[in-house]
């Protein structure tokens, strides 16, 4: 093992690096772990020629015991495990798939803002004893109740309430905008056919089907839906040893924002399977394979979730259950879908 010392990170010193390890005439390989500067180097590495891994985190091996942590000791570490293949690099995305990947991220975190914005509005409201008892919260109705709402003593008490409001309005421009852009990024997205495929599901969205893609990538990596269900952490934990076999919650690991839009979707089984305009309309033009696999899966979903209901399982424990099978269809769709060259 030796240690180089610490490399600036600009593709100057990079390419300095690399021509210094090639001097012996043997071809280095690299890896690192994913953290917030993105994929620039491995571009940069891949596009010089050299094999160049990225590697998440949360799958690299540690002591248990080992309390001491610095740069250098992480390199080593880093050397010797890629050294003795006990590393597993994650998927790159290209640079197209990174930009839609970075605008559906900016319409997440948007609707997380709206959601704390409502929240503030509420925690307002009950402060000052007001509450809505009219039926549910943010339809039509209750907005305008909002809007007529004017029992504050005090004029700053209803201009603080005014802009709570405000502040809402203006998140749900900026969602709307978002979400116009998304379908227009979509049209000439090279994975736009799989897009329009897996609309084909029930409770799939445009937003849900490009989330799901952007977030996984190519979906026909994995050799089969099994592996996709694992890497969304749809998949139970387990810690078994000899006769007893013991699961526990799911795992949650992989991609957190991709495993909560098949749950968001997973809701809409709870109702019997019915093919309305709406899903007609988005899916009249897809081969009839693709139909086929989408009513097979809706017919299936909604009977388990009326089954897992009727049997006492708690709610999220049924969506979950839901979210994992329709993974499966995802996979299927995806596989069955031709990409442009």
């Known amino acids: 093992m030796r240690f180089y010392g610490t490399i600036a990170h600009s593709a100057d010193a990079v390419l300095r690096l690399t021509k210094r390890l090639s001097e012996t005439g043997k071809v280095p390989a690299f890896c690192y772990e994913a953290g917030p500067c993105g994929y620039g180097l491995h571009r940069l590495l891949t596009k010089l020629g050299f094999e160049c891994a990225v590697v998440s985190p949360a799958m690299i091996p540690r002591k248990a015991g080992d309390r001491v942590k610095t740069d250098r000791r992480d390199a080593e570490m880093l050397a010797r495990l890629w050294r003795a293949g006990e590393l597993t690099p994650i998927w790159t995305p290209d640079e197209e798939q990174e930009a839609m990947r970075d605008l559906i991220r900016t319409r997440e975190q948007a609707m997380d803002a709206l959601k ?5 509005l509420q925690s307002f409201l009950l402060l000052h004893g007001l509450s809505y008892r009219n039926g549910i919260y943010w339809t039509k109705r209750h907005r305008r109740w909002l809007a007529e709402l004017r029992r504050f003593p005090y004029s700053h008490q209803q201009l603080a309430f005014e802009e709570l409001k405000r502040a809402i309005d203006q998140i749900e421009v900026r969602v709307a905008i978002l979400d116009k852009a998304i379908e227009e990024a979509v049209a000439t997205w090279r994975f736009a056919p799989v897009v329009d495929a897996l609309r084909a ?19 026909t990596r994995f050799e089969n839906p099994r592996q996709l269900m694992a890497w969304l952490g749809l998949v139970p934990s387990e810690h078994s040893s000899g006769s007893t076999t013991r699961r526990g919650r799911l795992t949650r690991t992989g991609n957190a924002l991709a495993r909560t839009m098949l749950v968001e979707a ?5 109702h019997p399977p019915k093919e309305g305009q709406p899903y007609l309309r988005r899916s009249a033009h897809l081969p009839q394979p693709i139909r086929d696999i989408g009513w097979k899966a809706q017919s299936r979903l909604c009977k388990r979730f009326r089954h897992l209901s009727r049997a006492g399982k708690p709610q999220p424990r049924v969506l979950a259950a839901i979210a994992r099978e329709l993974s499966g269809s995802i996979w299927d769709i995806a596989r069955k879908t031709p990409l442009p060259a």
Request: charged share 15%; aromatic share 6%.
């Open 116 to 120: 704390a914005a409502k929240q503030h």
């Open 201 to 219: 599901l029930r409770g799939v969205n445009t937003t849900i089907a490009a989330t799901v893609v952007a977030e996984i990538g190519d979906i």
């Open 266 to 270: 997973s809701w809409s089984y709870r």
